[in-house]
């Protein structure tokens, strides 16, 4: 039951990412057009038409029509021609909150860092039941171990069966349910991809400079620009708080494969970083600082409370 939910959850994600995604302009030679300013790849299906002046003329170089295309600060969900569900659903959606908020308060990446605590403020009775199942499990780690080792090389089928029962046992004990941890990664990547594609297909947001950051540059390109140390500083924010974040959400599984897994996914962001545009680092760093401070606030409650926090 526990793959079959699994499996549906992937089909719907998948269903969302074919029917809609991000696609780069290419040239004549198909090769992707860059800004000269930015050096990002520019995106062929924005949303909304681009401000800066040289910007504008590269897409009307490569065939893109602008005049069909609403300006940003008029943008609408509903202004643009349908292309798929999960642009309709996930990406217009935000890309017109990040918008409409960033127009009022005059940053569009002031806008990304409070939509991101929103966002996580609505999720938190999910984030907080995984924070809790997560502190479950350490304390289950040691009684599991116990079990896996006493039916070690023991491939019998009455063996399996008395060890996933004796495991139950354990989970139930602890109020523990594995489901819970794949839940909300599943209810987050989405909104990781939307953040990703409104970025990316919305000129206005890509085109501002914050704090000496350009929200569409990726880390890799800034450092060739006079604020590179911007791009460092980013980076930096991202790395510690993607281990720190890991760190305290560890379940210290018995199982010593799951045990690098934290390692492995750190490296595997970090490095991403260096790629992905300096706006979807801020949101993901905000998001890794949000769920850090609830880590920290869901620990204390359980020493004090015991577990029932």
């Not at 990412?17 to 990002?40: A, F, H, M, R, S």
């Not at 409409?100 to 308060?105: A, P, S």
């Not at 400079?209 to 890799?220: A, K, R």
């Not at 210290?252 to 991403?272: F, G, L, N, Q, Y």
Request: net charge positive; with cysteine; glycine share 6%.
């Amino acid at each position: 039951m526990k793959h079959k939910k699994i499996k549906i959850l992937i089909m719907i994600m998948v269903m969302f990412l074919v029917t809609g995604c991000t696609t780069t302009l290419v040239d004549k030679n198909k090769e992707p057009v860059q800004n000269p300013e930015t050096g990002q790849s520019l995106t062929e299906n924005i949303l909304c038409q681009p401000e800066n002046e040289q910007t504008r003329k590269l897409y009307e170089k490569n065939g893109v029509k602008l005049k069909d295309l609403p300006k940003c600060s008029k943008f609408t969900p509903g202004s643009t021609e349908y292309d798929g569900l999960w642009t309709g659903i996930f990406v217009k959606p935000l890309a017109f909150l990040i918008l409409t908020l960033g127009k009022y308060i005059g940053s569009f990446a002031v806008s990304i860092i409070i939509i991101t605590i929103i966002i996580r403020l609505i999720l938190f009775p999910f984030t907080r039941k995984m924070a809790v199942q997560s502190e479950m499990m350490k304390k289950a780690s040691p009684e599991l171990a116990r079990i896996q080792k006493k039916y070690e090389g023991k491939t019998d089928q009455d063996s399996m069966l008395r060890q996933n029962q004796e495991m139950m046992m354990v989970y139930k004990k602890y109020n523990f349910n594995p489901l819970t941890s794949c839940l909300i990664s599943f209810i987050q990547l989405p909104l990781l991809f939307a953040f990703l594609e409104a970025i990316n297909r919305v000129p206005a947001i890509f085109e501002e400079n914050f704090l000496g950051i350009q929200l569409g540059t990726t880390p890799i390109v800034g450092f060739g620009s006079e604020t590179f140390y911007m791009y460092i500083i980013l980076l930096l924010i991202i790395g510690s708080s993607t281990i720190f974040m890991f760190k305290t959400t560890n379940n210290e599984a018995s199982d010593p494969s799951m045990k690098m897994m934290p390692i492995m996914m750190s490296v595997i962001i970090i490095i991403t970083a260096f790629f992905m545009p300096a706006a979807l680092g801020i949101y993901w760093s905000v998001g890794n600082i949000f769920a850090i401070c609830q880590n920290i606030i869901v620990m204390k409650g359980m020493e004090k409370h015991g577990k029932k926090a």
